[in-house]
């Protein structure tokens, strides 16, 4: 797929992978437009797009609002004419045992993880078609192998995950692509914001950052499989060793799993 010139939307855009999303699909050639919750952190990112010689614009959308989306879709067309590309990365995640978990958590990471990119798809989803343009989905590898103390974000990405493959297959033959986009751990705030159990940011990374993915290095590999075509996308060693293990020994990995997450730093496990 050629990017120059292509309208790409990248929703939660204003830090972490959609951030670099923008900024790297911006210098391939592409017209960028961004969403986010936070108009400081929207303005902020549109001047580094901006500086870095990105054409882009952008708008505040709450990715778990159905209307906000709608207005997104039509924002866009009236900006730029058309859509070609679309980024679902708004996301959320969460730690905390369900036992311990207030259920309005649950539908909260639901409705911006799962939900966000239904309706993000819907309203974009004419103008793709239209183009023949692609549908990106920024999953997790939570989509294919749940985690303890990550209930509601692993239930987001499976059904992210299941969702996007029914769809890819609605639009086979229609000349529309759906990547599917599946990191490992990846270094972005996703962890300092992720909701405990009464729904509070727990505010710092219960890992080391620096060992990671970096989130430019996330978004280098989705161009790159978007332009070769590609249908899925595991990413970090980790990570695809995680989706191996899991769908040929699940139930050793059910306590390699656990074993991993219970050395975390505040673990929930006693």
Known sequence: ???????????????????ACALIFGKAGAKIWITGRSRVKLDET????????????????????????????????RHYG??????????ISMRALFRDLDLKVFHQVMDINFWGTVYATKYCMEEIIKNKGAIIG?????????????????????????FLEALRT????????VLVVCPGFTASNIRNNALTADGSPQEESPRDEEKMMTADQVAEAILKALIKGKRDLVLTRQGKLASFLNKWVPGIMDQV???????EKDSPFK
């Open 82 to 91: 058309k859509i070609d590309i679309l980024i679902n990365n708004a996301g």
């Open 1 to 19: 797929m050629e990017i120059k010139n292509k309208v790409v939307v990248v929703t939660g855009a204003t830090s972490g992978i959609g951030q």
């Open 170 to 177: 609605e639009v086979m033959k229609l000349g529309v692509h």
């Open 257 to 263: 799993v656990y074993n991993h997450m219970a050395k």
């Open 138 to 162: 920024v999953s997790s590898i939570n989509g294919f192998r749940g985690t303890p103390a990550r209930t509601a974000y692993t239930a987001s990405k499976f059904a992210m995950n299941g």
């Open 46 to 77: 549109l001047l580094l797009l901006q500086k870095e010689g990105v054409e882009c614009g952008g708008e505040v959308c709450d990715a778990a609002k159905a209307e906000h989306n709608e207005k997104m879709a039509h924002d866009v067309i």
